[in-house]
């Protein structure tokens, strides 16, 4: 029988059935929570300064993440494991899909946020990046080290629970989340681009299907 | 006869437990068939042989390619069709457009020959009438049915079945049966089942595993004939049976050393499975 003759027209028949494969609903209710979170300042006078913008627009980023954390999630795995087309072909063509729909998203979200209070664009971009791959590359090495089909859930909820743990018992001198006007802000975009270098290389080590496993030796007797 | 698959000293650990353990076999055209208790090893090997998983020693070969290499790997894919032991689908897809998908994920070639295959392989599993319905409102031998669709789509020329006829009411058992003998003529097929009936029915070939390493492989009448002489009728439970039950005609039937004078009866190839299992003392009532 024969075949696609190449990579090129693989993706472009697969482009539709795996535009249907993306979580969409769970996209577009992240992606409106984080409009309005983003929007708040606006709408609120009492918000309507740069500390409330910087940190709504960090949940608007996390809310985001959140449900970009579903995005890997593919319950015909299983099915579909012993295929030509590799696992991390399709997971890059859904990210594909996303990446325009998430730069329109965050750029509206930054315009929602008045210009007099707004953040700087480009540290606080970083910090939504590095955390928007950091949910990649977790949703990866999940879907690389367990059998789990759909492990969206337990990735948002380990993003939540990091998010939560980094603002509580990371020590000043390491802070992620620091105020704009702190001396600190450069230095905590230093470790937001060490965090997004970091995300991308452990991405890109997972999500490569595996031909040899690493063999740990067993102790004698075991 | 050219083995379609050749393995030897296949070994894999998750953590201390060692699922493969020096696993060797050839498998030839037709349906061999792969029996064993639950954490036997049959779905790892299954899933190692279907390249999803690689092992950590061992070497094999698929259609004369070794799935060790990226290349080896892609080509063993192209030629391989592939049920899990438990198939997920995108449940709002209709079972022509995930078999169509999966279709295009084994690279097949331009949309009208394509939806040709697509539609030949629904028709084979009986599910022509209902390949617009979406797949989550289909029954399960439904399903089942769409996941050996999924994998014979593209005439694979091995095709690996795990555990395909588990939950399925027995007409649906004999219907999947009749599907697998089809699939097995002209191909090679490894089929892991919990149903000794579906060996006896399906099977030129028997590998029986335990704790990960194989225990028998040969012909479904030697894995028989290992009981010969070791099936006996009495009409009290035999405590040195290492099997027995109380048939429907009220007799005890035992599996194990006979006592002398005993009332042999002829074995089966469940009989024969029993005795290869080591932990087969577990003695049952009916």
């Known amino acids: 029988m024969r075949r696609l003759s190449g990579v090129p027209a693989v993706w472009r028949a697969l482009t539709p059935p795996v535009c249907r494969t ?29 500390f409330y913008a910087l940190n709504l627009l960090r949940a608007a980023a996390l809310a985001f993440a959140l449900s970009l954390a ?20 399709r997971q890059a063509l859904r990210v594909a899909l996303v990446a325009p729909v998430a730069a329109l998203w965050w750029t509206a979200a930054l315009l929602l946020v008045p210009a007099e209070v707004r953040p700087p664009t480009g540290d606080i971009t970083l910090e939504a990046a590095a955390t928007l791959v950091l949910t990649l590359a977790a949703s990866a090495t999940a879907l690389r080290f367990a059998q789990e089909a759909e492990p969206g859930t337990a990735v948002a909820a380990g993003l939540l629970l990091t998010a ?32 997004l270098a970091m995300a991308v290389l452990v991405w890109g080590v997972c999500g490569p299907e595996p031909l040899r496993r690493r063999v740990r030796p067993v102790p004698s007797g075991a | ?72 790997r892609q080509e063993v894919r192209r030629r391989l069709g592939y ?22 994920l084994k ?33 399960g031998g439904m399903r089942q049915r769409v996941a050996l669709a999924a994998a014979l789509v593209g005439d694979p020329g091995f095709l690996v079945l795990d555990e395909p006829t588990v939950g399925l009411d027995p007409e649906q058992r004999m219907r999947f049966r009749e599907l697998i ?54 009409t009290e439970r035999d405590p040195g049976a290492k099997a027995g039950w109380r048939t429907g ?34 003695e049952v009532a009916v």
């Open chain 1, 164 to 195: 939560a743990l980094t603002m509580v018992l990371v020590p000043d001198r390491w802070a992620m989340f620091v105020y704009m006007k702190d001396e600190g802000w450069a230095a905590s975009h230093d470790r937001w681009a060490m965090v």
């Open chain 2, 83 to 104: 049920l899990p032991q438990t198939p997920g689908f995108h449940p709002d897809f209709t079972a022509f457009e995930f078999v169509d998908y999966v279709a295009i």
């Open chain 2, 181 to 234: 003998a089809r699939a097995g003529e002209g191909r090679t097929v490894l089929l892991s089942t919990h149903q000794t009936e579906d060996v006896a029915m399906l099977c030129h070939r028997v590998v029986v595993m335990a704790a990960g390493a194989v225990r028998f492989d040969g012909t479904p009448a030697e894995l028989t004939a290992r009981a010969a002489g070791r099936v006996w009728s009495s």
């Open chain 2, 1 to 72: 006869m050219t083995p379609t698959v050749s393995a030897s000293g296949l070994c894999l650990r998750y953590g201390g437990t060692r699922a493969l353990d020096d696993v060797s076999l050839r498998l030839t055209q037709g349906v061999t068939g792969l029996l064993g208790p639950n954490g036997a090893g049959k779905t790892t090997l299954l899933r190692v042989l279907a390249t999803a998983v690689p092992a950590d020693q061992g070497a094999f070969t698929v259609l004369g390619q070794d799935p060790g290499t990226a290349r080896g």
């Open chain 1, 22 to 50: 993306v979580p969409w609903r769970a996209l577009a209710a992240g992606g409106a929570l984080g409009l309005l979170l983003a929007g708040m300042p606006r709408m609120v006078d009492g918000l309507n300064d740069d």
């Open chain 2, 249 to 282: 005609l009220g007799a005890f039937r035992n599996v194990g050393d006979p006592p002398p004078g005993a009332d042999l009866l002829e074995p089966t190839l469940e009989d024969g499975y029993l005795l290869t299992l080591d932990g087969a003392g577990t």
């Open chain 1, 70 to 89: 579903f995005l890997l999630d593919d319950p015909a795995r299983h099915t579909t494991a012993a295929v030509p087309t590799p696992r991390p072909a």
């Open chain 2, 107 to 139: 690279e097949l070639t331009d949309r009208g020959a394509r939806h040709r295959e697509v539609r030949r392989v629904l028709d084979e599993v009986d599910l022509s009438d209902v390949r617009g319905k979406r797949i989550k409102k289909l029954s």
